[in-house]
């Protein structure tokens, strides 16, 4: 069944030029929604601290919230590095509450091969995020989960892309009966549950002028549960300071076998 799907995105930069503040907030049917949001400082050039916030509501369930803190920096005297690392922590709800962190490095690939790549901005990176589950019901036990990623991605004249690949790559447990009750959905705003087994995400986007037509897919494959495609088509324009972008979406929240559902969203936002 078609349902309507609104999305608000609000980029705002604060009174200090090296301070931008964003959110973006997505709601659905049975009480379906999602927000989140950064608060990006840059006081020190070359270092970037990020805290961030995200809620999750469902007629179904208790109101969830995850806190965290992203901090990201260039490397000295090796501009083409960056290296970051993420923390965050979402409180008991549903019988449920998680902590992660996580490290990663980003290599532009441009700078170091001496731009011999015909590409613009190629970059690649890695990271690893553990994250430990804590259940309440129906026994009180815990589970320990490493994840590992790769991402490629850069720009040639118009167009812009990047695929990224996520897996599981150790349990410190078995998984239990119960499963987690806070995935992220990689490239969507979007939240669903399960332990991630693996993901494939796959941006790509043509400017032309003040226009950027792009497509965002993630083929999503969890544990115990079918696999789900998730697309999302739209268009982005910015004129001057004000930017406004919108799309169609298809993804699965239900975790129901390829029972995708169809959104259409709608985003604006200001940035200086």
Known sequence: MKKIFLSLA??????????????TAVS??????????????????GL???????????DNMDDMYQVGLNVEAKVPLWDAVRVGAKGGYTPKRNDYSNYFYE?????????LLFHVVELDNLTLGA???QTEHKFYAPTEYKVGE???????????????????????????????ASAPAWLDIPGFTAVTGGYLKYAVSAN?????????????????KRYDLPITDNLAVGVTAKVGVVVVNAAVEWFDVSNKNH??????????????
Do not use: C, M, W
Not at 10 to 20: E, N
């Open 204 to 220: 790509l986007g043509y400017t032309y002028q003040i226009v950027r037509p792009y497509v965002n897919y993630t083929y999503l």
């Open 28 to 45: 659905g049917s049975d009480g379906y929604f999602v927000g989140k949001g950064s608060y990006d400082l840059s006081f020190i050039p």
């Open 127 to 129: 990271g690893a995020r």
């Open 146 to 176: 490493t994840d590992g990623y790769i991402t490629l991605g850069g720009t040639k004249g118009g167009f812009d892309g990047s695929v990224t690949y996520t897996r599981a790559l150790h349990f410190s447990d078995n998984r239990g």
């Open 259 to 272: 029972e995708r559902q169809t959104f259409y969203s709608v985003n604006g936002g200001i940035s200086f």
């Open 48 to 58: 970037t601290i990020a805290p961030n916030a995200a809620v999750v509501k469902h």
């Open 103 to 111: 490290g990663y490095a980003k290599v532009n690939l441009e700078s």
């Open 10 to 23: 609000l980029v705002v930069l604060s009174v200090s030029a090296f301070a931008q503040l964003s959110a």
